[in-house]
């Protein structure tokens, strides 16, 4: 809804120049089509990132939101008709999109702010945008003060019983299969699929459920449903904050990001760059904590001083939080080998 | 004698009949007035479902039947159609046996009664499939009402397993399916003369017998009707397996969104919803052998 105001002043400010100058290109400049997931995720980057980043950029951003981006990219990416520009989503989809000729490589010369990064925050398609993690979280009162703490307590039924609930989907709960299982984090990737889905088939007869949202994630935490699951910390905080008995530890958990990457023959590429790169400056990138619990994309924004030590603790990207996690490989899960193992998770589920 | 017959004949057919050009100006109108309609249904039904059909048969940008003969030959979407088929059969069953008392009371008792269990079957109607799902979720769930009475009441120690499964995903779909065994029953039920079962009283049958072999007989149409109305619309069930079926009640409709979302194969998906579409087909051609098929979707 902010974005009208926006829209309007630039539709009387593009009017006038058309106007005085007589070049009508000029309406059509100076603004982008921004794709993210929705729901307060949208919202809170709307007031922290891409307001400031409009007024800044003195650009119009038409906002969209895809929960599952990937089927509009290749859609778009295919027929050779793109509308979108910009898009917030796994980097999974801007490498595998990258790989199949349907996302534009990143000419990184013109993304300054992105220098600084650490080389795993990036590829050669896209950059981090912002952090989340899939974590272990638990209803303390099931456990009276032994809560489980890594992977393999949570495999663990005769220690820790209860209801468990995981993801109903491959990526991540295979990492969490091969850490209860012994694996070391440096070891991880290539994941062993193998021995991944002979360890989640021990634990299968032990989910009670096996969530599709993340909004039902946080039903089951929230109402008792079940005493311990992996879920995204950004739900668990909330449900937190609302009073539920629930909690998380970011032992072992695994560190996600969404990047930012554009579509093939987007139809404003150069303002979509300069976005870009506006997006995760460090200025920009540290309001997103401020208003929902997920790190910036860009660590610098630790360094100057706008998140409050005590916030920036409760991050997954606190370079501290980090150390005790695992960085997904989007590498990994675009390989050929990544996609046969997402191919394998129908039939698991379904045996 | 013959030729004039002939000729009379030839005049009849050749002479403007005014009642007939008024009849065929009236075709013509009604041509035009059904256009619209005709035009929504080509653009939004039979150009996308072509182009699905199409769709379906290309794999890798080629002409292949390689998306049916994965159907046909692995595991998962056999397991898959299984259990679709097993609960549609499950939950037509279900509906019949809970939907058949209803309808019955609903055609003998008197029409003040008859209005108010009809009102009673099509209230919860009204009120979307996403909110009637997470109603049984909260009755049903761990901590949930029934749960807690059971165990208040000392029926069962524990909590028992009633959402998040296929047993779940019965419960709430033969709720949500349940007046479209209902209503056509009670359409059929009403038809059925009540001299007919008065006479079999009065030559000495009991109301067992009477009902066995006068009324019961005489409701199978209905109940032909409303099976396949819940059969069919069970088979294409996916807010509520999605929502209250924990991940493993996995339908056909779900494997559909499951190979666009985690597979991007839209042949793949095309392909099933065919499958899906072909059975459909099958089971109304079936039907409509036995029982027209006005009947069924309530024209008549």
Known sequence: ?351 | MKATAIHDRYAAANAIDPSLRHRRREHVLMMMLMSPAVLVVFALLIVPLSWLIMQSFYADGALSLEHYRRIFTEGIYWNTFFLTFRISVIVTLLALLMGYPVAYAASILPQRWAMLILALVILPFWTSVLVRAYAWLILLQRSGVVNQTLIASGLTDSPLALMHNELGTIIATVHILLPFMVLPLYATMQKIPQDLVQAGASLGGSPLHVFMRVFFPLSLSGVLAGMTLVFVLCLGFYITPELVGGGRTVMASMLVSRNIQLYSDWGAASAVSVVLLICVLAIFYVVSRLVPLERILGAK
């Open chain 1, 1 to 351: 809804m902010k974005q009208t105001h926006g829209l309007k002043t630039l539709m009387v400010t593009s009017v006038a120049l058309a106007g005085t100058v007589g070049v009508s290109h000029t309406m059509a400049a100076g603004q982008i089509t921004f794709v993210s997931q929705g729901g307060a995720y949208q919202e809170a980057q709307t007031v922290a990132i891409l307001d400031p980043v409009a007024e800044a950029l003195n650009i119009t951003i038409h906002q969209e939101s895809a929960p599952d981006a990937w089927p509009m990219i290749r859609t778009q990416g295919t027929t050779g008709q793109a509308v979108w520009d910009v898009v917030d989503t796994p980097p999974l989809n801007c490498v595998r999109g990258g790989n199949q000729d349907l996302i534009e490589p990143l000419d990184f010369s013109r993304v300054p702010n992105a220098e600084s990064m650490p080389e795993e925050y990036k590829t050669p398609y896209s950059v981090a945008y912002e952090f989340y993690s899939s974590v272990l979280a638990y209803n303390p009162d099931a456990f009276n003060g032994n809560p489980p703490e890594t992977w393999a307590d949570f495999w663990n039924v005769e220690e820790f019983p209860g209801n468990r609930a995981l993801r109903n989907h491959p990526l991540g709960t295979l990492e969490a299969a091969l850490l209860a299982d012994g694996v070391t984090p440096d070891e991880l990737y290539p994941l062993d699929v193998d021995r991944a889905f002979e360890k989640l088939e021990e634990i299968k007869p032990h989910i009670s459920t096996w969530w599709t949202s993340g909004g039902q994630s946080a039903q089951l935490l929230y109402d008792g449903e079940v005493d311990m699951l992996m879920m995204w910390n950004g739900r668990v905080s909330a449900i937190m904050n609302e009073g539920a008995n629930a909690d998380f530890t970011y032992n072992e958990g695994i560190l996600q990001n969404t990047h930012l990457c554009i579509i093939k023959g987007a139809p404003n590429l150069d303002m979509a760059v300069e976005f870009l790169n506006a997006a995760i400056d460090p200025q920009y990138q540290a309001n997103l904590p401020l208003h929902i619990d997920y790190g910036p994309g860009n660590p610098a924004a630790f360094d100057i001083g706008k998140i409050p030590e005590e916030r920036a603790r409760e991050l997954p990207s606190y370079p501290e939080n980090a150390e005790r996690q695992v960085l997904m490989s989007y590498e990994w899960w675009s390989s050929a080998e990544g996609e046969q193992a997402e191919r394998r998770w129908l039939e698991f589920m379904q045996q």
